[in-house]
């Protein structure tokens, strides 16, 4: 199984090399918690946190 990497701009989670959101390859196998953003128009909590593409999100990026 594709170890989970965490985006350091966006915090997008994926198993691919290029984060699919902002495109940056600054990824971190290092994150904890995760947000799961299923309608990011209709959610205060992606909002809050500037998410604008639904998804896997972590909390902690370090």
């Not at 600054?26 to 309608?39: H, N, R």
């Not at 990011?40 to 946190?49: A, G």
């Amino acid at each position: 199984m594709a170890r989970e990497m965490a985006c350091r701009k966006c915090k997008f989670v994926t198993t691919g090399k290029v984060c699919p959101v902002c495109k940056s390859s600054d990824l971190t196998p290092d994150w904890s918690g995760i947000v799961l953003v299923v309608d990011p128009t209709n959610s205060q909590v992606s909002k809050t946190l500037g998410i604008t593409q639904k998804g896997k999100y972590a909390i902690k990026v370090t």
